[in-house]
């Protein structure tokens, strides 16, 4: 079986997107980030860098998973980029 390279386009700035993601649901949710810690069981300067650094430190898909619970939005919403006008 031969197998080759195929050609994908993958976002470099994921990270930067999932941070600003987090931070827009938690604000519409109305959630500080303290409350946010306590709830997916992390530090609050964690979630304080997660957001303010913009992409520059990343997080487990497990503690995506708990955002997405905690602030009640699919995971994918996550990682879909913003259509900023």
Known sequence: MT???RDFSFDK???EIVSKN???YRLEAGIT?????????KSYDFV???E???GEIGCSLDTIYRISVVLGQPMGKF???ANEK
């Open 13 to 15: 700035n994921i990270k």
């Open 3 to 5: 197998t080759f390279k």
């Open 33 to 41: 980030q303290e409350q946010l810690a306590v709830d997916i069981e």
């Open 48 to 50: 304080r860098r997660l």
């Open 79 to 81: 990682f879909e980029e």
């Open 22 to 24: 987090i931070k827009k």
């Open 52 to 54: 303010f650094k913009k």
